[in-house]
């Protein structure tokens, strides 16, 4: 997630989104934008879901991703300062399924870690204009992945047994392949891209410029689901349908199968905010970069 704000700025422009999908089949071929784009549906869902509390970790240093870790825990990473800082200030954090810390600096010596996830036992983490990953059991440093042009790498998913990152700054996600970084799609319409979710042979993007929320298919399909969620984040899939999409100034979405879409939390007065939004099943974990906390919900009609 990335804080675009002036006022806020300053400590905003440090922000930057991750998360565990069902298990990928395929993803379609690298594309550049500019395929089929179509508009979502007006706002104001039939019916939507509620968040019920579960738990709030406290103790982190501006949290922004999520990913599950190969023993149940969930990896927290912590930026630990400014988003765009090479200062080895960030690291990643354990948390148990019940809130507990693990580990507080499971992984250290990162410079600003934001999006992340696991695959074939290796955790990927977005790290600024590279892709580090770490065995994802023991924690050790494993291979870097330089990524030349990129401004600020944000979100992480996994699809098609390859690891995806988004560039919020540069409208980019890349794709790393065998023989390294790929470009797979840039353009205007990813203004400020931000969350990925890979879903069996679908990848969701959200962005924060429009706001939107487009789904990615087999053969290079694109389409709009929904819009005007402005500065969006995380994104989680509803097990009854539809989708949750977080803003990071503090507001979670229901997005409906037509795209209609209603807000389900609003935490902008009490200036928490809503980072990567994931869900594992009907969990949804949220990192809060303010004020330093981890949220958990279940998710219930």
């Not at 069996?200 to 298919?217: H, K, N, P």
């Not at 209603?262 to 200036?271: D, F, H, T, V, Y």
């Amino acid at each position: 997630m990335r804080l675009l704000l002036t006022g806020l700025a300053l400590f905003a422009a440090s922000v930057a989104a991750c998360s565990k999908a069902p298990t990928p089949e395929a993803g379609p071929a690298d594309a550049a934008a500019g395929a089929e784009s179509v508009a979502a549906a007006p706002t104001a869902p039939a019916a939507r879901p509620r968040l019920e509390p579960l738990w709030i970790a406290k103790g982190f240093k501006e949290p922004e991703g999520v990913a599950l870790s190969p023993d149940g825990a969930y990896f927290i990473s912590n930026v630990a300062g400014e988003g765009e800082a090479k200062d080895g200030a960030g690291w990643i954090s354990k948390l148990s399924p019940s809130g507990a810390i693990v580990a507080e600096k499971f992984i250290g010596g990162l410079d600003a870690p934001k999006g992340m996830a696991v695959l074939d036992g290796v955790l990927y983490v977005a790290d600024i204009d590279r892709i580090r990953s770490f065995d994802a059991t023991t924690g050790a440093a494993l291979a870097a992945f330089s990524i030349d042009g990129a401004k600020f790498l944000n979100d992480v998913t996994m699809w098609g047994g390859e690891i995806y990152a988004s560039d919020s700054d540069a409208a980019r996600i890349w794709r790393l392949a065998a023989e390294g970084p790929v470009l797979w799609r840039e353009g205007a319409e990813l203004s400020g891209v931000n969350g990925l979710l890979g879903a069996g042979d679908r990848m969701y993007v959200s962005t924060m410029g429009g706001g939107d929320l487009f789904e990615a298919s087999l053969g290079g399909g694109w389409r709009r689901i929904a819009t005007g969620m402005i500065d969006a984040d995380g994104i989680g899939l509803v097990p009854g349908g539809g989708f949750l999409v977080s803003s990071w100034p503090g507001e979670i979405h229901f997005v409906a199968e037509d795209g209609a879409v209603a807000s389900i939390l609003n935490s902008r007065e009490e200036g928490v905010l809503q980072n990567d939004l994931t869900m594992f099943g009907d969990v949804v974990i949220v990192p809060n970069w303010m004020p330093g906390t981890v949220t958990a919900w279940r998710l219930v009609d």
